[in-house]
């Protein structure tokens, strides 16, 4: 397996290495909130090319041939390839992971929920990766290990979590070229993946919100999928 360095990783995607890379791993869906991400993130960077915003990931399996997703995906593509700093690469073969996780400045997870075993965030704390979630996730801090780790950082919960709003978003690009915010973010990170708990929590901490995934996929396209047009 390659060892990548940020500057190796960003010239091997044709990044500059001044260039702030925001990071979204892991399957397109509507729970994860990639719409919404990568409409704000549009609307916040105006095309930018100082930023970029990578989703390492492509459909989802488990759905992939529902006609909702399939609409969901192919518009939400569209939108992506028509923005000059978006990039969405489909499946990401096991050893590209850690080409994309080296070139990023930072992991973003716009959830709009707790998900069934978040390989991204585990991910994220495996490569020590500097990382954001959506206030969706606020659930994530009942988690023993990462309570402990917010508080042997003197962080709060508020470091870490954004809306999925424009200033939320806002805030997304500001922490990404800020020095001392990633520094701080990734020792948090280091510090979650040092408690050795990571696998636990992946697999355990996001169950309750789905117990019947296609349907509640199912209503959310039903309201994502127009927007997604504007």
Excluded at 60 to 86: G, R, V
Excluded at 110 to 132: C, E, N, T
Excluded at 135 to 155: D, G, I, T
Excluded at 196 to 221: C, M, N, P, V, W
């Amino acid at each position: 397996t390659t060892k990548w360095t940020k500057h190796l990783a960003k010239k091997q995607l044709g990044l500059e290495t001044k260039t702030r890379v925001i990071l979204s791993f892991g399957f397109i869906s509507s729970y994860k909130g990639s719409d919404i991400l990568a409409k704000l993130f549009a609307k916040v960077s105006k095309g930018n090319k100082k930023y970029q915003l990578i989703f390492a990931g492509g459909k989802a399996p488990s759905i992939e041939d529902t006609s909702h997703y399939e609409e969901y995906y192919a518009k939400l593509a569209d939108f992506i390839h028509s923005q000059p700093n978006i990039s969405l690469t489909g499946f990401v073969p096991e050893k590209q992971i850690g080409l994309y996780f080296a070139a990023s400045d930072l992991v973003v997870l716009p959830y709009r929920g707790l998900m069934g075993g978040s390989g991204a965030l585990a991910h994220a704390m495996g490569f020590s990766k500097p990382f954001l979630v959506s206030r969706h996730m606020s659930s994530l801090w009942k988690n023993p290990y990462l309570k402990a780790a917010l508080e042997a950082n003197k962080l709060s919960e508020k470091d870490v979590m954004v809306p999925l709003t424009q200033a939320g978003l806002t805030r997304v690009l500001q922490t990404a070229q800020n020095p001392i915010k990633l520094g701080e973010l990734f020792q948090l990170s280091q510090t979650a993946a040092e408690s050795r708990h990571i696998e636990r929590f992946s697999e355990k901490l996001y169950t309750e919100i789905y117990k019947d995934q296609l349907g509640a996929e199912a209503k959310l396209y039903a309201n994502i999928v127009p927007a997604l047009t504007t």
